[in-house]
C-alpha cells in the first residue's frame, strides 16, 4: 500500500514537501517514481529514485525547483517542490515500480493546487 500526504493550497513560489508511506513490501528494493496528472492532461512523470536513493531523475519541467528522496528505515519517498507555478497544479502520485514479478503500484494521489 502506497499513501501520499501533504498536498494543498500554496500561492505561486510557495514550496510544499509531498510523502509517500509504503507497507506491505520490502520498500528499499525498489525504485520509486511521482507522477502528476493535471486536469485534462495525461498523467506524467515528475521525478523518480534508485531503490538505494543513489540516483534521481527528473523531468525537464520540474528540473532544479523539485527534489525526491527517501528514507528507506521510514519507508517513505518525498517530494520536495520549491518555486511552485500554477501549472505545477496536479494531482500528485506515487509508483512502486514493477519489479521482482510484483506489478507497479499507485498511491491514490493528493491534490496540489497553485493558485493565488
Known amino acids: 500500500q502506497l499513501v501520499e500526504s501533504g498536498g494543498g493550497l500554496v500561492q505561486p513560489g510557495g514550496s510544499l514537501t509531498l510523502s509517500c508511506a509504503a507497507s506491505g513490501f520490502t520498500f528499499s528494493m525498489y525504485p520509486m517514481s511521482w507522477y502528476r496528472q493535471a486536469p485534462g492532461k495525461e498523467r506524467e512523470l515528475v521525478a523518480a529514485i534508485a531503490n538505494a536513493g543513489q540516483v534521481a531523475n527528473y523531468a525537464d519541467s520540474v528540473q532544479g525547483r523539485f527534489t525526491i528522496s527517501r528514507d528507506n528505515a521510514r519507508n517513505t519517498v518525498y517530494l520536495r517542490m520549491n518555486s511552485l507555478k500554477p501549472e505545477d497544479t496536479a494531482v500528485y502520485y506515487c509508483?512502486?515500480?514493477?519489479?521482482?514479478?510484483?506489478?507497479?503500484?499507485w498511491g491514490q494521489g493528493t491534490l496540489v493546487t497553485v493558485s493565488s
Open positions: 509508483k512502486r515500480t514493477a519489479r521482482y514479478g510484483n506489478p507497479e503500484l
